[in-house]
């Protein structure tokens, strides 16, 4: 299992909110009395979360226990986090808003569990997600490739790679669900600065898994052939270092006609 650091998570916190937000802004919920957060992080976006539906429950899981331990600073009376693979939730009553930021990807098949999620919702409920479009830049790229080099690839052959589709493929799933659904993409224009700026962003998310899978004297190896690649394919500008990051939003609002997970059951989804 992949040991998430939240004070690296946390690095690039600005550049990493603003999808979350983004998100949210499509979310039209009218005084909800429980939101669920999959993949709540470090928890302070959760719990952000309070502010917007002052009558609402706030439910914020995650599998990383390191990331839990940090959430636990943003938990208050009505905001509460628990260690959870959200592949095993099982809601005991409906669900008003489920939201889940830059998640999704690291579940294998997520898009087999929208049925589950979409049945989790009260009728005229809400579910947000939003996942990386960035698969095929450089820096995804880049790390598969050296990855594959035989000098390491026997180390990684279990690393779990994230993934995620496009956004027509989620609207044609949740419309056949039952619900509206408002999908779109963005490419954020991040600029970053410091000493080897993607490298220290993607080294705290998407090649994470690969960088601790790792023995300690061939990580640093493999880090430091990363990094010169890395720097290469994203040079200095002028202003700072540019990395485009594409992301896919999905906003859909349950048809009051879907059928609603009854509380305490279980679905076979």
């Known amino acids: 299992m992949t040991v998430w650091d939240p004070s690296r998570y946390s690095e690039f916190a600005e550049q990493r909110s603003r999808p979350f937000v983004d998100l949210l802004s499509r979310v039209r919920a009218v005084d909800p009395k429980l939101v669920v957060d999959l993949g709540c992080g470090s928890g302070q976006l959760t719990s952000s979360l309070a502010e917007r539906w002052p009558s609402a429950q706030i439910v914020g899981l995650d599998s990383s226990p390191e990331m839990i331990m940090q959430a636990t600073e943003f938990a208050g009376p009505r905001v509460r986090f628990q260690l959870q693979d959200l592949r095993d939730w099982r809601p005991e009553t409906s669900v008003d808003v489920i939201i889940s930021n830059a998640t999704l990807q690291w579940v294998?098949?997520?898009?087999?569990?929208?049925?589950?999620?979409?049945?989790?919702?009260?009728?005229?409920?809400?579910?947000?997600?939003?996942?990386?479009?960035?698969?095929?830049e450089p820096s995804h790229q880049l790390l598969r490739r050296l990855a594959a080099d035989p000098r390491y690839a026997p180390m990684l052959a279990d690393v779990v790679?994230?993934?995620?589709?496009?956004?027509?493929?989620?609207?044609?799933?949740?419309?056949?669900?039952?619900?509206?659904?408002?999908?779109?993409?963005?490419?954020?224009?991040?600029v970053l600065t410091g000493p080897n700026p993607v490298f220290r962003w993607i080294s705290g998310t998407g090649a994470r898994p690969v960088l601790q899978a790792l023995p300690d004297d061939r990580r640093a190896q493999f880090a430091s052939e990363y990094q010169e690649l890395l720097n290469e394919a994203y040079p200095i500008r002028g202003y700072g270092t540019l990395l485009p990051f594409r992301r896919i939003f999905v906003v859909a609002q349950r048809d009051t006609t879907t059928s609603t997970l009854r509380p305490g059951l279980h679905s076979d989804h």
Do not use: I, K
């Open 108 to 136: 294998p098949g997520h898009r087999d569990l929208l049925p589950f999620l979409v049945s989790a919702l009260r009728p005229e409920g809400w579910l947000a997600f939003q996942v990386p479009g960035n698969f095929d």
């Open 161 to 190: 790679w994230p993934a995620a589709d496009d956004g027509a493929s989620y609207l044609d799933d949740l419309v056949d669900l039952g619900c509206s659904v408002d999908a779109w993409e963005t490419t954020y224009l991040h």
